[in-house]
Every structure is written in structure tokens, then in C-alpha cells.
């Protein structure tokens, strides 16, 4: 008896199970450093578009202007992002990423990176690695 492909719906509700217990156990083993997800977020987006606004994170991360500048004065704070005026707009403060930040970002990255690859490599096949890396091809072209 033939089975009947899983429908788009059931891939996709299995896709979204599968990546969100990925992250956590990526977190689980990034160091502890007491940020927050928000916080790692902002850093992430500093790092990877440059500088914002605490109203322009708000906007791109579809969150309240509040809780962004709860979330940028506790990284002020700890001098993983520091405050510096707009070129362009005398009235503005844009946010920028420290080297502290950067290396926070670096060590939870590296720490996540290397417990990933020792579970590939340690609980998978070639041929499951193969299946794996196919699989990652697919996952880009849902990126286009």
C-alpha cells in the first residue's frame, strides 16, 4: 500500500517544531552571560545592519518603542551597545554595537556552532549527513 505524501501543512507545522527545539538547545548551550533574547536580537541586527534607532528596532522588530529601550538601556548598561548622535539628525541617537558586544555575539555563535557539529557528526551517518545537507539545499530555496 502506497502512503500518501505529507501535505505542505504537516511540513511545515513539523519544520517549525523541528527549528524552534534547535534554538533553544542552541541557547541551552550558548553562554550564560544573563542576556536576553531581545537583547541578543538588537545585538545581532547592530551587528549585522549597522547602526539604528531605538525606533527603527522597534519598527523592524514589530515590537513596542518601550520594550526596545528597556532592552538598549540594559545593554548600555553592560557596554555591549553605546549610544552616538545621528550625522544626520541632530535630535537622533543611533545605537551601535561595542567590541564587547561583538564578542558576546561571537562566543554564544562559536559555543552553539561547535555543539551542532558534534551532534552531526557524532549522531548521524554520511548518508544522513548527505540527506541533511539536501535537505539544507531546499530549506535555502524557501528563502527565495
Given at each position: 500500500?502506497?502512503?500518501?505524501?505529507?501535505?505542505?501543512?504537516?511540513?511545515?507545522?513539523?519544520?517549525?517544531?523541528?527549528?524552534?527545539?534547535?534554538?533553544?538547545?542552541?541557547r541551552?548551550?550558548?553562554?550564560?552571560?544573563?542576556?536576553?533574547l531581545s537583547q541578543v536580537s538588537i545585538l545581532k541586527r547592530l551587528d549585522r545592519e549597522g547602526p539604528h534607532s531605538v525606533a527603527d528596532?522597534?519598527?523592524l522588530d514589530k515590537i513596542t518603542h518601550q520594550s526596545?529601550?528597556?532592552a538598549v538601556a540594559a545593554l548600555v548598561d553592560r557596554a555591549l551597545v553605546r549610544r552616538t548622535p545621528d550625522p544626520h539628525d541632530g535630535r537622533r541617537r543611533l545605537l551601535v554595537i561595542t567590541a564587547d558586544g561583538k564578542r558576546l555575539l561571537a562566543e554564544r555563535?562559536?559555543?552553539?556552532?561547535d555543539h551542532l557539529a558534534e551532534a552531526i557528526a557524532g549522531r548521524l551517518t554520511g548518508a544522513e549527513r548527505a540527506q541533511l545537507s539536501e535537505a539544507l539545499r531546499l530549506l535555502h530555496r524557501l528563502l527565495d
Open positions: 500500500m502506497q502512503r500518501n505524501p505529507p501535505t505542505a501543512a504537516a511540513i511545515a507545522d513539523e519544520l517549525q517544531f523541528v527549528v524552534s527545539a534547535l534554538v533553544r538547545r542552541q541551552a548551550v550558548s553562554p550564560a552571560r544573563a542576556v536576553t528596532l522597534a519598527r526596545v529601550a528597556v555563535q562559536a559555543a552553539g556552532h
